[in-house]
């Protein structure tokens, strides 16, 4: 078979065999929440910023009185602000070598074609969901150590080892760079990684560059700083000082619920903090935790003889959750890998509201395949790309727990 028309073979099969499973699976399993929140998805039709109108608080139209109509309440309409924010970007590159494009076997193309499809499906999978939890500016994590082994290969110790996985390329900044300078590094690739036993992880990346690098610095997913979607870290975040384009210190209700468990966490501290969540409209259905903050909950209740319930589906199709009984509400609880270690974020799905389109090829024309020569090289790519972004209309409902912990 030639390459022109094992090209074309390819395409077919990418798009007939693969890519419905593809979008699907991107919506609904990056993170157990995900099947949720994108129930929520308004679409994006290409504007130039996604805007929203937000209620703030009830209305003031109420008071007790008489039928005089001296002292009839007045009116007083819910008050509204508006969100504002800008789409953002992601894309996904299935490449293909030329050397394997020209196989004669049919067989040997279509594995090779599944391995890349497959490869790159978990880095959108994961990228996605660590980026639904993120904070919107893409920072992964920092370097303390820096060992030069050889002219291609670096070594690092990284702050979070959740936050990195094999495999992806990484753009490595100074510590005090901002948004819109250059990296000192870019597209590093992460070529092994090893999880320390206190939350960090030794990193080999494969680059020329290494010298550059130095204690301090930063990494982000290739081209990413800054451009991310708006997470569910940006309620949290306190160096996050904006969101939706509203400042939190000028409109407290932008505040999320913040309790301190000091290293004990118990079904009152989250049910105080559901009650405060309350006084906010907010609508948490779900504590996801950080894997030491799980662990400890779980002991508690084990010890404490708390009454939870599996519930299946109420996070996701055929998945049991573990949940409890709030009043008329039933929270379900789970360990989620991109909340840190030792807190516990409840946050209501129903506030989350994406506004992404499909993700679709950027050349997808009849009788021409995706995939396309890069230029001045010898690899063949299909580009998937999908726009928008995620709008979180009650970030005074959340809730964030820190310390909850056990003591060390």
Known sequence: MSVGSNLVLASEILKTKYTEAFRNGVKTDPTLISEKIMKNNKGYEGEEYIEAPIPVGVSGGFGFGDMTGLSVPEGANVAHKKFKQAPAEYFVAINLLHRLVKAKR?????????TEINGAYTAAKW??????WGNGIGKLGTISSVKVVDDEHTEITFSNRKQIITGILVDIYASNAIIGSAPVVKKARVDGVSANSDGTATVTLLTNEGAKITEGCFMTVQNSHGREIVGIGSVFDDEITHIHGLSKAENPW????VKDAQNDITMTILREALDESDDHNGKVDVFAMGGKAYSAFSEYAQAANVKLESSEGVLKVGHKAITFQYLDKEIAVYQERFVPENEIWGIGTQDIEPHMDELDYTNDTPDTPVFERIAGTSIF???MASYGNYIIKNPGGFIRIKNANAVA
């Open 381 to 383: 790519q299909a580009m």
């Open 127 to 132: 990228n996605i969901g660590r980026a639904i």
């Open 106 to 114: 049919e067989a040997t193309l279509i594995d090779y074609l599944d």
């Open 254 to 257: 932008l505040r999320p619920v």
